[in-house]
């Protein structure tokens, strides 16, 4: 069975010195589907790597309605980045969809305390920053001008088995769309789908 | 009248060795209204800090129309990101939108070897991309849950004198609705503010 510097050594690129660092801020956790990583309001000191399953991340409205912000599936990052970056409480919560293992990494001192210690770990902090910007950058965009159509269909396409672990209005609520309309372009799909074979 | 280096180093916090080097690739540029800084499918190689004006990034859709993903007034970077941080063509047009006084930083070499030679380059920017994802999520959120006068109406707020510059289309492509719905926001806007005078 993999140990924690394996899972560590195999995702990122360190010199030893860095790595051990990296060792020592943290650690695996077996979750259950349901389990939740953070709730609102709450100080965030942790980020985590998703090694298996499914989390979430979501807010909820003025009304108590969700809307999903993110699906963190195999190695992505997930956490309350406003909230970090922004030094304030968490607005969003983040909740495992399946059951699932993750890196967890604690951040108590500071994110900036660890950069200033090793720099290494801000660059690739900076390239993973740079990523997150394309692919929101690209989410707004494709937001003002696919139809909801075409941003489901991408929707799949960047979140691969996506349909095993998340629910009906998880998707709906991140796309934008009520759940009636998400039924309406899984059955025009359905139907294309049919037609081809 | 001030000169590039008082403008360095009146908005940026740099040691004297990187605020040379920061003034060996950046230049003042005066812009008129329509002035294209960058056009799609080129090789984007720099980034523009606006000192005063305003400027917009835009892309068109399969039907030639435009929509609008960022407005950059004074103290804000544009650029094309997708195309720098993916080194790939421009996707996204950048204009000025009225006579514009802009810092123009040329990032021929690639940021990667700036940030090489200049660690302090990378902090700095780093800290600006951590703003930048605060603000794109809080755009994604707010496109999900807010309705189109919500967003509007948060949308002047941090876009100060935006109306002087920007058009009807280029706001109501921004925020994703109709040039119909922008005048109906507005209107009702103006009843409100009648109904309190």
Redesign the interface.
């Known amino acids: 069975m993999l140990e924690l510097k394996d899972y560590i050594s195999e995702r990122f690129d360190l010199s030893d010195e860095v790595k051990k660092f990296t060792e020592s801020i943290s650690c695996i956790r077996n979750l259950k589907k349901g389990n939740k990583l953070i709730t609102q309001n709450q100080l965030v000191d942790k980020t985590y790597f998703v090694l298996d399953g499914c989390l979430r991340s979501f807010?909820y409205?003025i009304n108590g309605?969700e809307?999903?912000?993110q699906f963190a599936l195999k190695d992505h990052w997930i956490s309350d980045?406003?909230a970090i970056?922004?030094n304030e409480k968490s607005t969003q919560e983040v909740e495992c969809i399946a059951d699932s293992v993750v890196l967890e990494f604690s951040i108590e001192d500071g994110i900036e305390s660890i950069?200033l210690s090793y720099?290494e770990i801000?660059?690739l902090?900076?390239k993973n920053?740079?990523?997150?910007?394309?692919s929101?950058?690209?989410?707004?965009?494709n937001?003002?001008?696919m139809s909801s159509i075409e941003r489901y269909n991408l929707f799949l396409k960047q979140h691969k088995d996506i349909e095993k672990y998340a629910l009906n209005y998880h998707i709906a609520?991140y796309l934008?769309i009520t759940q009636q309309s998400l039924s309406r372009i899984r059955a025009e799909n359905f139907k294309k789908s049919d037609f081809l074979t």
Not at 136 to 141: D, F, H, P, T
């Open positions: 807010v409205d309605k809307h999903t912000l980045y406003i970056f922004s950069f720099p801000e660059s902090h900076r920053l740079e990523r997150v910007i394309v929101l950058q690209k989410r707004v965009l937001q003002l001008q609520s934008g």
